[in-house]
């Protein structure tokens, strides 16, 4: 595997230890849905959470992690968000977060952890509402 997947990997690790650190169950990682992956999927009592996380082991030009995830990014998590949820038949709130880890590597553990919760909220229409005419594809690691 390639060293930026295992960097990714960790991120993800921590991401998870903070989030169960919080209250929270870790219901999957890694879902996919064709080529867009969600990388950790939670809950509480009341929420169902999608949470895109990033991991660098260095800022270039003052730009943290979590501002890597742009529009595109956003807009395939709402469409995986969205089937997982009518698959799933979840009735719980959907909430996006994002998750920016920076990552030391001589010590091997995360130096800082940027965590937003209700990042972003989804600005397209929903699948129900005809938003995507092609086939799901479901697939599990």
């Known amino acids: 595997m390639a060293l930026h997947n295992d960097i990714g990997h960790l ?18 990682r890694n879902w996919r849905l064709g080529n867009i992956e969600i ?9 169902l ?3 895109e996380v990033k991991t660098r082991t260095t800022t270039f030009a003052d ?10 990014k956003r807009r395939f998590m709402t469409i995986a968000g969205n089937a997982y949820v009518k698959h799933h038949n979840i009735s719980k709130n959907l909430r996006f977060d994002i998750c920016g880890v920076l990552w030391n590597k001589q010590t091997n553990r995360a130096d800082e952890i940027h ?8 600005s397209l229409r929903s699948v129900n509402s005809g ?4 086939e799901w594809k479901w697939h599990r690691k």
Request: charged fraction near 25%; hydrophobic fraction near 25%; proline fraction near 4%.
């Open 11 to 28: 991120g993800e690790d921590a991401t998870c230890e903070y989030l169960t650190g919080n209250g929270y169950k870790i219901v999957e």
């Open 39 to 47: 990388d950790v999927i939670a809950e509480n009592k009341q929420d």
């Open 49 to 51: 959470v999608l949470v």
């Open 63 to 72: 730009v943290n992690p979590e501002q890597y995830v742009d529009e595109h």
């Open 115 to 122: 965590y937003y919760e209700n990042a972003f909220t989804p």
């Open 131 to 134: 938003s995507y005419n092609g």
